[in-house]
C-alpha cells in the first residue's frame, strides 16, 4: 500500500481542531499574518518584514565563474533552521516570491528563493524583471540548469552556520514544474520532499486525431514519477483545467508505485490562487476571491505541516 502522509495530528495541532480541505479556519479567526502576502499586498509585508532578508550571489557549483542571485530570508529564532528553497513563477524572482520566502522564515524555515533567470538574463542582478520580459527569457532555462540551480541554492544554504543540513522545494506555476522536475532528479544529500503549487509533473503520451480515431490526451509520464523517492504534494485550483484534468490520473499512478504523495484541487479557485488570494479585478467575482483565500489558507496550513513534518524546525 502507498505511504500517505498523516496531516491530521499536524493539522490539530496548529488548528486545534481538523477541518475539510478549502473550509479554511473558523469564522473570525485572525489568519491573515499567518498566511503568505497577496501580490498586491507584498510589498507593504516586505518592507514591515522583521526577519532578516538579503541578496545574495552563489557560485552554481564549486569552483565555477557563473553564478547566480537569490533572496534569502532568516527566521528569529537561535535555533538552527531547515531550508526550503522557492522556486519562482514563469514571471520570474517578483517581490510576491520574496513575500512567500518571508512567510517561510516566519514559519521557522531558512528560505532561499533564487533566480532561474540569472544567467539568461546576463548575470547576476536585483533587479527585478517585468512580468513580460521574464516570460520571454524563461524558455531557455531547462530541466537541467533548474536542478543546477536548486541544488546550488540549498547546498550555499545548508552551509551558512544558522543552518541544518535538510532542505525542501515549493514552486509556483512553473515552479511548481520544477519542484516536480527536481523531485525525479532526487536532488543531492538532504532533500527531503517538495510541494507543487499548480505544476504538472513531466507528462507523455498522447496522439493527435486522424481522420478515423479521436486525439488522445497527454497522461502524467509513469517512468520518470518512479523515479520520485521523496514526498511530494500538488495543490492545485479547479479552474485550472489543465491540470485538474490531470490529476486523477497522477493520483492512480504514484498510488500503484506506492508513492507518498498528497493531491488537493480546490474548488472553485484558480490557477495562481496562492498569490490571487482576495485581490480584486476589475471584473469582481467575489465568490472566486472568497475560493482563492480558502484555498490559500487550508493550502499555506498544509504546506507548513509538510515542510516541518520532512524537516523539522520550530
Same mark, same amino acid.
Given at each position: 500500500?502507498?505511504r500517505?502522509?498523516?496531516?491530521?495530528?499536524?493539522?490539530l495541532?496548529?488548528?486545534?481542531?481538523?477541518?475539510?480541505?478549502?473550509s479554511?479556519?473558523?469564522?473570525?479567526?485572525?489568519?491573515?499574518?499567518?498566511?503568505?502576502?497577496s501580490?498586491?499586498?507584498?510589498?507593504?509585508?516586505?518592507?514591515?518584514?522583521?526577519?532578516?532578508?538579503?541578496?545574495?550571489?552563489?557560485?552554481?557549483?564549486?569552483?565555477?565563474?557563473?553564478?547566480?542571485?537569490?533572496?534569502?530570508?532568516?527566521?528569529?529564532?537561535?535555533?538552527?533552521?531547515?531550508?526550503v528553497?522557492?522556486?519562482?513563477?514563469?514571471? =520570474?524572482? %517578483?517581490?510576491?516570491?520574496? &513575500? /512567500? *520566502?518571508?512567510?517561510? $522564515?516566519?514559519?521557522?524555515?531558512?528560505?532561499? !528563493?533564487?533566480d532561474?533567470?540569472?544567467?539568461?538574463?546576463?548575470?547576476?542582478?536585483?533587479v527585478?524583471?517585468?512580468?513580460?520580459?521574464?516570460?520571454?527569457?524563461?524558455g531557455g532555462?531547462?530541466?537541467t540548469?533548474?536542478?543546477?540551480?536548486?541544488?546550488a541554492?540549498?547546498?550555499?544554504?545548508?552551509?551558512?552556520?544558522?543552518?541544518?543540513?535538510?532542505?525542501?522545494?515549493?514552486?509556483?506555476?512553473?515552479?511548481?514544474?520544477?519542484?516536480?522536475?527536481?523531485?525525479?532528479?532526487? =536532488?543531492? %544529500?538532504?532533500?527531503?520532499? &517538495? /510541494? *507543487?503549487?499548480?505544476? $504538472?509533473?513531466?507528462?507523455s503520451?498522447?496522439s !493527435?486525431?486522424t481522420?478515423t480515431?479521436?486525439?488522445?490526451?497527454a497522461t502524467?509520464?509513469?517512468?520518470?514519477?518512479?523515479?520520485?523517492?521523496?514526498p511530494?504534494?500538488?495543490?492545485?485550483?479547479?479552474?485550472?483545467?489543465?491540470?485538474?484534468?490531470?490529476?486523477?490520473?497522477?493520483?492512480s499512478?504514484?498510488?500503484?508505485?506506492?508513492k507518498t504523495?498528497?493531491?488537493?484541487?480546490?474548488?472553485?479557485?484558480?490557477?495562481?490562487?496562492?498569490?490571487a488570494?482576495d485581490?480584486?479585478?476589475?471584473q469582481?467575482?467575489?465568490?472566486e476571491?472568497? *475560493?482563492?483565500?480558502? $484555498?490559500?489558507?487550508?493550502?499555506?496550513?498544509?504546506?507548513?505541516?509538510?515542510l516541518k513534518?520532512?524537516?523539522?524546525?520550530?
Open positions: 500500500m502507498p500517505r502522509l498523516d496531516f491530521g495530528m499536524l493539522l495541532a496548529a488548528c486545534g481542531s481538523h477541518q475539510p480541505a478549502g479554511g479556519p473558523p469564522p473570525g479567526a485572525q489568519v491573515a499574518t499567518t498566511l503568505p502576502a501580490n498586491r499586498a507584498a510589498p507593504e509585508r516586505l518592507a514591515a518584514s522583521p526577519r532578516h532578508g538579503e541578496w545574495v550571489k552563489i557560485a552554481l557549483q564549486a569552483g565555477s565563474a557563473d553564478s547566480l542571485m537569490a533572496w534569502v530570508v532568516y527566521p528569529e529564532s537561535r535555533e538552527k533552521a531547515p531550508v528553497v522557492v522556486v519562482h513563477e514563469i514571471f =520570474g524572482l %517578483s517581490t510576491w516570491v520574496r &513575500g /512567500v *520566502a518571508d512567510q517561510l $522564515a516566519a514559519d521557522g524555515f531558512i528560505a532561499v !528563493a533564487p532561474f533567470l540569472s544567467r539568461v538574463r546576463g548575470g547576476p542582478t536585483s527585478e524583471l517585468a512580468g513580460d520580459s521574464a516570460r520571454r527569457l524563461i532555462v531547462n530541466s540548469e533548474r536542478n543546477r540551480i536548486i541544488v541554492a540549498a547546498n550555499w544554504a545548508m552551509t551558512q552556520p544558522a543552518a541544518t543540513q535538510k532542505y525542501a522545494v515549493i514552486g509556483y506555476c512553473w515552479g511548481g514544474t520544477t519542484t516536480f522536475m527536481h523531485a525525479v532528479h532526487g =536532488g543531492v %544529500s538532504g532533500f527531503s520532499g &517538495g /510541494v *507543487a503549487f499548480y505544476g $504538472a509533473p513531466y507528462m503520451g498522447g !493527435a486525431a481522420g480515431t479521436p486525439a488522445v490526451p502524467p509520464n509513469a517512468d520518470s514519477l518512479a523515479k520520485i523517492r521523496m511530494v504534494m500538488l495543490l492545485n485550483g479547479s479552474k485550472d483545467a489543465r491540470i485538474a484534468a490531470a490529476m486523477p490520473a497522477l493520483d499512478i504514484m498510488e500503484a508505485l506506492g504523495y498528497t493531491g488537493v484541487n480546490y474548488e472553485g479557485a484558480v490557477h495562481g490562487f496562492l498569490r488570494q485581490d480584486p479585478r476589475a469582481r467575482d467575489e465568490a476571491e472568497q *475560493a482563492n483565500l480558502a $484555498a490559500t489558507r487550508d493550502g499555506w496550513l498544509r504546506t507548513v505541516s509538510f513534518q520532512r524537516l523539522g524546525g520550530m
